[in-house]
């Protein structure tokens, strides 16, 4: 005696294109709640990275007067300075505005928006010379200007330094 069982399974399978919007997308990831919610996570680490770091720069650092706008130099302040001229009443008066017609840095929430908003590699030749991506141009610079100047191994050195001086 034998008897045979035969099973045959009724699934199938279908390969299908879908195409997928992004809220979708997100639904799909772990729903749109939870999706919002970390995107809003990452914007605030951002724009509280920023503002924190410009605060820092407002503080440590300044910004000259554009030299051209009120017939600076610069370089000619420097060399007389280094030289060991002697200084004249108007030399004297050139450094002094110099120095006092100083600014802070300021970077806020309308150069971050701006940032965000547009791309920094598709900018045109004209938007380069915009005062918002001369903004985003200095932050960079005072940013890594900053953490250099924050690295453990230069504070561990100026404060050896600091001690053999004192």
Known sequence: MTSINVRLDTKSVRFER???TILTGLQSIGGFYESVMHIGVL???FFQE????SALLKQIYQLAVDPKSKGYNEK???ETLENNQELSEDVLKDIMNFLLLRTRFRYGYREIIDYLTKCMCLRNAMRVNSTLSKSHLMYGKGNNKLERELDVVNLIRSIRALRLMS
Do not use: I
């Open 50 to 53: 920023r503002l924190f770091k």
């Open 18 to 20: 879908v195409s997928d």
């Open 76 to 78: 000619k302040m420097m």
């Open 43 to 45: 914007l605030t680490f």
